[in-house]
Nanobody
Framework: VQLVESGGGLVQPGGSLRLSCAASGFTFSSSTMHWYRQAPGSTREWVATITSSGSTTNYADSVKGRFTASRDNGKNTVYLQMVSLKPEDTAVYYC??????????WGKGTLVTVSS
């Protein structure tokens, strides 16, 4: 299993970014995917979940209405569109796949910095 995030960078408050996570090594089209983030000095926190078909998404209250998860099963890629970014969104963002209880996979993450 391999998960590779990309799309992070430096953005001003109020700006937008789209993160991508390219997946391989498992049946992506049948798998629920998750996004997490970890801010400096903080524990990793859940951000969003998208079901295998993309028909259902869930978000942390802190990002609801600003972040949108989507996926392209033909490209084995999950996305996180982020708008109206705030300094408190600064974090390393990770995608996550849970194969079964007690076995999950993480990418190496992509850094998002929101600063003027």
């Amino acid at each position: 299993v391999q998960l590779v995030e990309s799309g992070g960078g430096l953005v001003q408050p109020g700006g937008s970014l789209r993160l991508s996570c390219a997946a391989s090594g498992f049946t992506f089209s049948s798998s629920t995917m998750h996004w997490y983030r970890q801010a400096p000095g903080s524990t990793r926190e859940w951000v969003a979940t998208i079901t295998s078909s993309g028909s259902t998404t869930n978000y942390a209250d802190s990002v609801k209405g600003r972040f949108t998860a989507s996926r392209d099963n033909g490209k084995n890629t999950v996305y996180l569109q982020m708008v109206s970014l705030k300094p408190e969104d600064t974090a390393v963002y990770y995608c996550n796949f849970v194969k079964r209880r007690g076995l999950e996979y993480w990418g190496k993450g992509t850094l998002v910095t929101v600063s003027s």
